[in-house]
T-cell receptor, first 109, second 114 residues
Framework: DAKTTQPNSMESNEEEPVHLPCNHS???????IHWYRQLPSQGPEYVIH???SNVNNRMASLAIAEDRKSSTLILHRATLRDAAVYYC??????????FGTGTRLTVIP | DAGITQSPRHKVTETGTPVTLRCHQT?????MYWYRQDPGHGLRLIHY???????DKGEVSDGYSVSRSKTEDFLLTLESATSSQTSVYFC?????????????FGEGSRLTVL
C-alpha cells in the first residue's frame, strides 16, 4: 500500500489559516488523495479529496503538488471546532483506506 | 448525518467469550467496513463488505469474522475474545467505490476484554 507521512502535531491560532502537509512520494498515477479528520470521541469524517487538480469545498481546500508527491490541506480560518486529528490517505483503487496516525491540530484561542 | 448506528457502544467482557458488534445503516449503501483504532496505530481495516454476503479481509482480520445477510446490517464477531482485541471499533459505510467516494463513520464501540 502506498503510504503517507504527516507531522505528528501542529498548532494554529484561532481565525488564522492552517496548512497541513502530507508527503506521499510513492503515490501511483491512479491514487486519489483523501483527507479525513477525527474530532475527540467521534468517528472520522470526510474532509476533501482530489486526484491532480486543486480542490475546494465548504470545509477546506486541497493543494496538490505538480508531481503529486505531496499535498496540503488548507483550513482558511481555523476555529476551535477544527481541533482534531487530520488523516491524509491514498486510495490505490481497492476498497481499503490505510489510515496512519495523522496530524493532531491544536487551535489556540 | 449518515444514518449509522453501532451497538453496543460500550462492552466489557472476559477473555474467551464470544462478542458480536452490530453496525446498522439506513442509507442503503453498498459498502460497509469495520475498523479498529488503537493508540499509535491509527485506524486499521478488519473486514469489509461490498454487498450482501460479499465480504473480504482487511489488514488485521485474524480473530474476527463478519456477516452481512442484508444490506443494512454488518456484524463483526470475535469468536473468542482476547485482551489484544481491546480497542475502539468503528463501522463505516460508502455508497461508491472509495477512489471517488467518501466514508461515513459511526460513533464507535469501545470493547474491553479483561
Amino acid at each position: 500500500d502506498a503510504k503517507t507521512t504527516q507531522p505528528n502535531s501542529m498548532e494554529s491560532n484561532e481565525e488564522e489559516p492552517v496548512h497541513l502537509p502530507c508527503n506521499h512520494s510513492t503515490i501511483s498515477g491512479t491514487d486519489y488523495i483523501h483527507w479525513y479528520r477525527q474530532l475527540p470521541s467521534q468517528g472520522p469524517e470526510y474532509v476533501i479529496h482530489g486526484l491532480t487538480s486543486n480542490v475546494n469545498n465548504r470545509m477546506a481546500s486541497l493543494a496538490i503538488a505538480e508531481d503529486r508527491k505531496s499535498s496540503t490541506l488548507i483550513l482558511h480560518r481555523a476555529t476551535l471546532r477544527d481541533a482534531a486529528v487530520y488523516y491524509c490517505i491514498l486510495l490505490p483503487g481497492a476498497n481499503n483506506l490505510f489510515f496512519g496516525t495523522g496530524t493532531r491540530l491544536t487551535v489556540i484561542p | 448525518d449518515a444514518g449509522i448506528t453501532q451497538s453496543p457502544r460500550h462492552k466489557v467482557t472476559e477473555t474467551g467469550t464470544p462478542v458480536t458488534l452490530r453496525c446498522h445503516q439506513t442509507e442503503n449503501h453498498r459498502y460497509m467496513y469495520w475498523y479498529r483504532q488503537d493508540p499509535g496505530h491509527g485506524l486499521r481495516l478488519i473486514h469489509y463488505s461490498y454487498g450482501v454476503k460479499d465480504t473480504d479481509k482487511g489488514e488485521v482480520s485474524d480473530g474476527y469474522s463478519v456477516s452481512r445477510s442484508k444490506t443494512e446490517d454488518f456484524l463483526l464477531t470475535l469468536e473468542s475474545a482476547t485482551s489484544s482485541q481491546t480497542s475502539v471499533y468503528f463501522c463505516a459505510i460508502s455508497g461508491r467505490d472509495l477512489t471517488t467516494g467518501e466514508l461515513f463513520f459511526g460513533e464507535g464501540s469501545r470493547l474491553t476484554v479483561l
